[in-house]
């Protein structure tokens, strides 16, 4: 089955660490999304890829970093810089511009804490 | 730029009653596409709806409708016959679908809504 695939689930830092996401799609979707979701918020965009090697800062990029090596990966870095990691991220895709899909694909989120 | 508003942070509705969740948005792109999902304290994304901008008629699906009013850039969601499994955090999104706005995909700050007896 096509789908979104995050990981770890559950990810723990301690203060000073970057730690790495990773977002793996086989739905040969070209664009991909990271979201942060603190408890009882909403979603805020932290970048975007809309093609291969190439990515856009979204509205709370500060203290992340992302990579687009391959069209499958967009993995996330949660650098020392991010002075308040601790959150709900969400990783999410969908089919190009001009492509007929008109739903978004989510994973199923990693949680990470800052110990 | 781009950007969708949510003015209801809580909301209550009893079993079986319909509600509607209000969602406004801003944008300069003549074409986009509007999304509601669901998310359920698991935190997994559940799409509800969707529609395009040039739709001509508002989208359904089965208790979900869309009440798209394009001049006063809202797209609210109807919730016909309530149900407790209702209950979760209700999040309204676009995507712009031309150049210059690219693919970016912004969300509201959601509503939570409770069903209850």
């Known amino acids: 089955d096509g789908g979104i695939t995050q990981s770890p689930k559950y990810l723990f830092r301690k203060e000073g660490q970057n730690v790495t996401l990773s977002c793996e799609q086989n739905?040969?979707?070209?664009?991909m999304y990271w979201y942060r979701q603190d408890p009882g918020q909403g979603l805020r965009l932290i970048y975007y890829s809309q093609i291969v090697n190439d990515f856009q800062k979204g509205d709370i990029a500060e203290g992340y970093s992302v990579s687009r090596e391959k069209k499958e990966s967009f993995p996330l870095t949660v650098t020392s810089a991010q002075k308040n990691p601790t959150a709900f991220y969400l990783c999410?895709?969908?089919?190009?511009?001009?492509?007929?899909?008109?739903?978004?694909?989510f994973g199923e989120g990693s949680w990470l804490t800052v110990v | 730029a781009q950007k969708i508003t949510q003015t209801q942070p809580g909301m209550f509705v009893q079993e079986k009653e319909a509600v509607t969740l209000d969602c406004t948005y801003d944008t300069s792109d003549p074409s986009y596409g509007l999304f509601w999902y669901k998310q359920p304290s698991s935190g997994e994304m559940i799409f509800l709806i969707y529609?395009?901008?040039?739709?001509?008629q508002n989208a359904t699906e089965g208790r979900y409708s869309l009440n798209f009013q394009k001049a006063r850039k809202s797209a609210n969601l109807v919730i016909s016959a309530s149900q407790l499994g209702d209950s979760a955090m209700y999040f309204c999104a676009m995507r712009a679908l031309l150049t210059g706005g690219g693919n970016k995909l912004t969300f509201g700050t959601g509503t939570q809504l409770k069903v209850e007896l």
């Open positions: 529609q395009g901008s040039y739709d001509q």
């Open positions: 999410a895709s969908i089919p190009s511009r001009g492509a007929s899909g008109n739903t978004i694909y």
């Open positions: 739905l040969n979707h070209d664009a």
